[in-house]
């Protein structure tokens, strides 16, 4: 079997998210929450999390997927969200982060929350759930686009699909985003190239009744998309 350069790039990519983020396990909550926050805190970081979760409009009872979730940074605001009767499926790439991710649920007695490791790519949304998030991850795969069109598959009609990510400015801040790329993107395993991706697009296109929001200047926003209570086929 033959594959195109495309395809190569594609895993190449993959293992180069994955290698990053198995380095980075046991210090990103330090890394890219604490001390990232610390730096950004003026701008109101260590609010876009609450902000993006509370845009879902999530109640008590649901079941919500948080995809890439990383160490669970999500799984707090999403608990009190949804409460002890709701259920969080927590979703990601790499086994390293997961287990951060399941200390946290250990430390907190969380009966409610199912850890799967999977690529976003390849994951198999199951049907009906309340709403699906994505912090700070979502550009960083190269299926994006598919992604999302699954993801809305899956959701109930009413319930949201919602984007806290990074992306690049369009004002005059533009010309500075090559030299900030590199202390706040290039750890991370992202680069300037992939902020030409737009998951927001997706949003809106297969979500219509959407809000786009911009932060941090430009360098951030947060998409949230309704689906309809028709509920519509996105194949």
């Not at 350069?5 to 396990?25: C, F, G, M």
């Not at 699906?132 to 550009?139: E, M, Q, R």
Request: glycine share 8%; charged share 20%.
């Amino acid at each position: 079997m033959t594959y195109s350069p495309h395809h190569q790039q594609k895993i190449s990519e993959q293992d180069n998210i994955a290698k990053t983020y198995q380095r980075l396990a046991k210090s990103y909550d330090f890394l890219g929450e604490r001390l990232l926050g610390l730096i950004l805190s003026p701008f109101g970081y260590f609010n876009y999390r609450k902000q993006a979760i509370s845009s879902m409009q999530l109640q008590p009872g649901d079941t919500v997927i948080d995809l890439c979730c990383g160490t669970g940074l999500n799984f707090p605001l999403l608990e009190k969200a949804i409460g002890s009767e709701g259920k969080i499926i927590g979703v990601d790439l790499t086994a390293e982060m997961l287990a951060q991710a399941h200390q946290r649920v250990e430390e907190n007695h969380w009966n409610n929350v199912e850890l799967v490791q999977a690529n976003a790519a390849e994951y198999s949304f199951p049907k009906g759930v309340d709403g699906i998030l994505s912090t700070w991850a979502i550009t960083l795969v190269p299926e994006f686009d598919h992604v999302i069109q699954n993801g809305c598959q899956a959701l109930s009609p009413g319930k949201r699909w919602c984007i806290l990510d990074f992306k690049k400015p369009k004002n005059w801040l533009s010309l500075s985003a090559p030299l900030l790329s590199y202390p706040f993107l290039r750890p991370f395993g992202a680069n300037l190239k992939v902020t030409d991706r737009h998951p927001w697009e997706p949003i809106q296109q297969y979500l219509p009744k959407s809000i786009f929001t911009e932060l941090l200047m430009g360098f951030a926003y947060i998409a949230v998309g309704e689906k309809s209570q028709k509920g519509e086929n996105y194949e």
